[in-house]
């Protein structure tokens, strides 16, 4: 049985409806309620979620001033008739193929009526209504027809469950861990030829590597990369990218968590001074290190981006690719229950002592930097590691270095433009050509140029279809 004002507190504490959540006020359409169910069931199903819910009574509005989803109330009533004098219950269930568990609860929630409709995940097949089946893409209602991607991805997880990295088939078979030896030899274990393979999960069942055989090879073919400005956002100059990788991704992580201390300058505070100077650090490095671990042990490898981590005049912000793991709840993320997205990894990061199930990363960070230095938006999580300058610092030299760095680069048919256009594509590998326009503050025709042009140099590529694909970087 769920707790309605458990699921509640955390679903309004969702800065943006999830594909297996959505608010309404007084919707009433039985035909539009049923095409919801057959979505949100569907979507729960693909992303490992036993049950979604359609809830009344709840913007969907984000309030700024008190950081949740206004509750407003509802007058909705789930015992009315539906078309033609049938109970609303009935026509749903009748229309829903193959049969979904419906469950309407009703709720007194901060002295406002709400009405809950829980929904469970589709099973073997694709949940439909009338006929039709219904996805949801980000915080819409879509046929699912009209995504063939979504929909072969769908029937995928009916069929093999969630991808994983342990799950999902390598496109790269040619590998090699030498590296991996080494590693664990440093840490006085010794890993068997002949055992290594079965022991690390690192085959799928038709015994071809996988995703974290890849990860833990040679050469992953996925670098850590820091992006430094020398302003406050990305549209200033881009002073530097350090790549760490291609490499086993443990020596990777071990490089960016050494780099850290590179970054975490010691800064001399000989304010009220009287003997002695104190020492500052830029930053906490154990938030740091924490944040950076938990990037990469959580990141969505699946999906083929790695971590990212951009460096500011005033602040750090790690960047890691998905979002909670299906069982997680977002108070139990914040108060450090563990529940790892790619478990067979953590498990090794465990072996290795590179990080501990004591749950206490994220606590660590917040501890530090609050609650608020913790972003989870649709697709990512962003940590904030902001910096603690004792002076001003001036921006003389960052400036100098920086349009050294911008010329050479413009020399190179890279203007500051197609600069920007290559930082938000590796920021965000779905971006539109409209969002691109509001953020560089060009027109989408000129928009259009810098990809023609970035795309004809090879710069970037455009991986799949103009609607479904996404753009990726090549240099």
């Known amino acids: 049985m769920i707790d309605l004002i458990t699921l509640l507190n955390e679903l309004t504490s969702y800065e943006f409806e999830k594909e297996w959540f959505e608010f309404k006020l007084n919707m009433k359409s039985s035909h539009e309620i049923g095409e919801y169910i057959s979505a949100l069931s569907n979507s729960a199903a693909s992303i490992g979620k036993k049950q979604g819910f359609l809830i009344w009574g709840i913007d969907d509005a984000w309030d700024e001033q008190n950081q949740k989803h206004s509750i407003i109330g509802t007058s909705f009533n789930p015992d009315s008739n539906a078309e033609h004098n049938e109970p609303l219950k009935h026509y749903l269930e009748r229309l829903l193929k193959p049969s979904v568990n419906l469950s309407f609860d009703e709720v007194i929630y901060d002295n406002k009526r709400i009405v809950v409709l829980s929904i469970s995940a589709a099973k073997t097949i694709p949940t439909s209504f009338d006929g039709k089946r219904y996805i949801r893409i980000g915080s819409s209602k879509e046929d699912l027809s009209k995504f063939p991607e979504h929909e072969v991805q769908l029937f995928y997880v009916l069929r093999e469950g969630i991808p994983s990295i342990t799950n999902v088939e390598s496109k790269y078979q040619d590998l090699s861990f030498n590296k991996l030896f080494g590693y664990y030899g440093s840490k006085g274990i010794v890993l068997k030829q002949d055992t290594f393979k079965k022991n690390l999960e690192l085959l799928t069942e038709n015994g071809k590597y996988n995703l974290l055989a890849q990860l833990l090879s040679d050469n992953s073919q996925l670098p850590l ?251």
């Open 225 to 475: 990369r820091v992006s430094i400005f020398d302003g406050v956002d990305k549209a200033s100059n881009l002073f530097s990218v350090r790549e760490f990788g291609y490499n086993c991704l443990l020596y990777s992580l071990d490089e960016l968590l050494r780099y850290g201390d590179v970054l975490n300058i010691i800064q001399a505070d000989e304010r009220n001074r009287i003997v002695e100077r104190k020492d500052v650090p830029l930053f906490d490095s154990k938030a740091f290190n924490e944040a950076i671990i938990n990037s990469v042990l959580h990141n969505k490898w699946v999906d083929g981006n790695e971590p990212m981590v951009s460096v500011f005049s005033n602040r750090i912000e790690i960047l890691s690719r998905g979002t909670l793991a299906p069982t997680q709840t977002l108070d139990g993320f914040l108060r450090g229950e563990s529940v790892p997205v790619n478990e067979k990894l953590s498990e090794i990061f465990l072996q290795l002592h590179i990080s501990e199930k004591s749950g206490r990363g994220v606590p660590t960070i917040i501890s530090t930097y609050g609650k608020d230095s913790i972003k989870i938006n649709e697709n990512s999580i962003v940590v904030t590691i902001p910096f603690n300058w004792i002076n001003v610092v001036g921006n003389k030299v960052g400036n100098k270095v920086g349009n050294k760095v911008s010329s050479k680069l413009e020399k190179a048919g890279l203007t500051e433009n197609r600069q920007k256009v290559i930082s938000e594509i590796r920021n965000n590998p779905n971006i539109t050509k409209e969002q691109l326009s509001m953020i560089i503050g060009i027109s989408t025709t000129a928009i259009d140029k810098n990809l023609e042009y970035l795309k004809a140099h090879n710069y970037i590529e455009r991986v799949g279809s103009k609607k479904t694909g996404y753009w990726k970087v090549i240099k």
